[in-house]
């Protein structure tokens, strides 16, 4: 009778175990099917859009060719503006439309007057390219891109041109002293070529130079002589010289200045990050003398009052001041003063020190 109950009970749980082998793949997959994958619109539109077929291109369709591929403006000035053109033409059945004018470089204007052309037609593409300051061969590019089914998608054609100094001056740049008893500079303008040529006019873009030079003098070397004016120097400090020419392939030459003041402060402005009310902060700068000369520093002068002077000692190179910028309590926002630092025997040549913060919000 034992043996009998343990077969039945045993023919139960085989059963019972295939039915539920049997049935869990039906369960899931009736769970899959409640349950739709998700699906992302704009990855699906991309996919489409990729496997969209492009618009052929046809050979009975507009044919877009130039003239030449390479436009060569030879030998250039520094500086100089170089025009010329491409003379584009549909060599096609149909009507072409160009959808985009494209260049290589900023230094580079095409300029397109008519975006469709008939069968036939040809049209110029007017092309300015600024030299910039640097000889040396250069080549850029512009292009043309057509809309579909015309040819080709892209057409692309060259600049080429040689940047030449036919003029050249030394020194390249000038460094001026703002001192009272400046002696005057030199300036020396020559070919390179060798060709004699005579200055027609020279000057400098602010007060602080007048230019001397020899207007009857024919030459392939001129000596220039350059007088400086302090007042001049001290309202500019950066300017530029022009010296023009009658060279055959150069118009002028243009030299740059720096006047340096007799001394510096160093650093020449100082920015306090999270400022707090009613609270100050401390800082340092430096006065050095940039010709090596001794000096005595005679007042340091905030504008407003917020700046004070904790100390001024003498250093290696000048004098190192501390300092510190107390914040009124009701400050917000943005805290700004500055220093005016005067010389004994120079009251002329002040110098400025900014200092400015924001407070923490």
């Known amino acids: 009778m034992l043996l009998k109950n343990t077969t039945k009970n045993t023919i139960v749980v085989i059963a019972i175990f295939a039915l539920v082998i049997w049935s869990s793949p039906?369960?899931?997959f009736a769970q899959d099917e409640k349950k739709p994958a998700k699906t992302n619109p704009a990855a699906e539109a991309k996919k489409a859009?990729?496997?969209?077929p492009e618009v052929p291109r046809?050979?009975?369709?507009?044919?877009?060719?130039?003239?030449?591929?390479?436009?060569?403006?030879?030998?250039?000035?520094?500086?100089?503006k170089n025009n010329g053109e491409f003379i584009l033409t549909n060599n096609g059945k149909e009507v072409l439309e160009i959808e985009k004018v494209g260049k290589s470089c900023g230094c580079t204007v095409p300029e397109l007057k008519t975006k469709v052309l008939q069968p036939g037609?040809?049209?110029?593409?007017s092309v300015t390219y600024s030299a910039n300051n640097r000889p040396?061969?250069?080549?850029?590019?512009v292009w043309i891109e057509t809309k579909a089914p015309h040819k080709p998608k892209r057409l692309t054609m060259k600049l080429t041109a040689e940047i030449v100094r036919y003029l050249k001056a030394t020194p390249e740049k000038l460094k001026l002293n703002i001192q009272e008893q400046s002696e005057p500079q030199k300036?020396?303008?020559e070919s390179t070529d060798g060709t004699e040529f005579k200055i027609t006019k020279a000057y400098c873009n602010t007060d602080g130079l007048t230019v001397d030079f020899d207007k009857e003098a024919k030459a392939n070397k001129h000596e220039l002589t350059l007088k400086t004016n302090i007042e001049g120097l001290r309202k500019s400090?950066?300017?530029?010289?022009?010296?023009?020419?009658d060279h055959a392939k150069a118009k002028d030459i243009k030299v740059s200045y720096t006047a340096i003041k007799p001394f510096s402060a160093k650093p020449r402005s100082k920015y306090f990050r999270d400022l707090k009310p009613g609270i100050s902060s401390e800082a340092e700068f430096e006065v050095v003398s940039n010709f090596g000369q001794e000096f005595e520093i005679d007042n340091i002068?905030?504008?407003?009052?917020?700046?004070?002077?904790?100390?001024?000692?003498?250093?290696?190179?000048?004098y190192k001041v501390k300092y510190r910028l107390n914040v009124p309590q009701e400050a917000k926002g943005r805290v700004q003063d500055y220093f005016d630092v005067t010389i004994k025997g120079f009251e002329k040549d002040v110098l400025r020190v900014d200092c400015f913060g924001r407070l923490k919000n």
């Open 121 to 125: 037609q040809s049209v110029p593409l």
């Open 301 to 318: 002068k905030s504008n407003n009052g917020s700046l004070e002077v904790i100390s001024s000692e003498k250093s290696k190179n000048g």
């Open 49 to 52: 859009a990729e496997k969209a």
């Open 187 to 189: 300036l020396v303008i």
């Open 136 to 141: 040396g061969k250069v080549t850029k590019n």
């Open 237 to 245: 400090q950066h300017g530029t010289i022009i010296v023009s020419v």
């Open 26 to 28: 039906i369960a899931v």
């Open 58 to 80: 046809r050979d009975d369709a507009g044919l877009l060719v130039s003239d030449k591929m390479v436009l060569d403006f030879g030998k250039v000035e520094p500086k100089s």
